[in-house]
T-cell receptor, first 113, second 118 residues
Framework: AQTVTQSQPEMSVQEAETVTLSCTYDTSESNYYLFWYKQPPSRQMILVIR??????QNATENRFSVNFQKAAKSFSLKISDSQLGDTAMYFCASKTSYDKVIFGPGTSLSVIP | DAGVIQSPRHEVTEMGQEVTLRCKPI?????LFWYRQTMMRGLELLIYFNNNVPIDDSGMPEDRFSAKMPNASFSTLKIQPSEPRDSAVYFCASSSTSGRTGLNNEQFFGPGTRLTVL
């Protein structure tokens, strides 16, 4: 069975600083996807970034990047130059082929002006 | 495309009443998911469909919950009778199968329905 763990229930960061959110997962599959979703106060779930397990290169989307450590089953999200609009819940998720997405419990990030 | 559409956005009802939540997935998507989100339990997958067929309903909490997908563009989640502990935000999401690898891509979420059962 898949599991996703986020050990940081809450985090805060000063505006313009860098913050890293942690995520570990467990799966017996060799081919899978990993995702980070953002849920701002509006409740809308928004995909931030995704990583295909067979790709060694870490995914990057503008100020968002991941540190994917396959052997350690770790998938952290780094947010550079934090902005007030980054304040949200962040969910790490994993998905194997033809299977459902498993979400972690979430990390509440507050960006402080 | 308008994205995943859910209705109503807010629902307030009294205990014992029937509640029906509706979802229209993105056109062309062949997977549809129903989630429930609460502070205590986080985001829980209730059930998901592939090509209108329920694949996994192990997350449905009780027989009071039922879901249908009569066609590719519409799904309902029904709670009968509703109870105060059903109060939550219910999300619908859809995704499409990658043609080359068969792997699903990202799930697109609707705005959610906030349900309050008094």
């Amino acid at each position: 069975a898949q599991t996703v763990t986020q050990s940081q229930p809450e985090m805060s960061v000063q505006e313009a600083e860098t913050v890293t959110l942690s995520c570990t997962y467990d799966t017996s599959e060799s081919n899978y996807y990993l995702f980070w979703y953002k849920q701002p106060p509006s409740r809308q779930m928004i995909l931030v970034i995704r990583q295909e397990a067979y790709k060694q290169q870490n995914a990057t989307e503008n100020r968002f990047s991941v540190n994917f450590q396959k052997a350690a089953k770790s998938f952290s999200l780094k947010i550079s130059d934090s902005q007030l609009g980054d304040t949200a819940m962040y969910f790490c998720a994993s998905k194997t082929s033809y299977d459902k997405v498993i979400f972690g419990p979430g990390t509440s990030l507050s960006v402080i002006p | 495309d308008a994205g995943v559409i859910q209705s109503p956005r807010h629902e307030v009802t009294e205990m014992g009443q029937e509640v029906t939540l509706r979802c229209k997935p993105i056109s062309g998507h062949d997977y549809l998911f129903w989630y429930r989100q609460t502070m205590m339990r986080g985001l829980e997958l209730l059930i998901y469909f592939n090509n209108n067929v329920p694949i996994d309903d192990s997350g449905m909490p009780e027989d009071r919950f039922s879901a249908k997908m009569p066609n590719a563009s519409f799904s309902t989640l029904k709670i009968q009778p509703s109870e105060p502990r059903d109060s939550a935000v219910y999300f619908c999401a859809s995704s499409s199968t990658s043609g080359r690898t068969g792997l699903n891509n990202e799930q697109f979420f609707g705005p959610g329905t906030r349900l309050t059962v008094l």
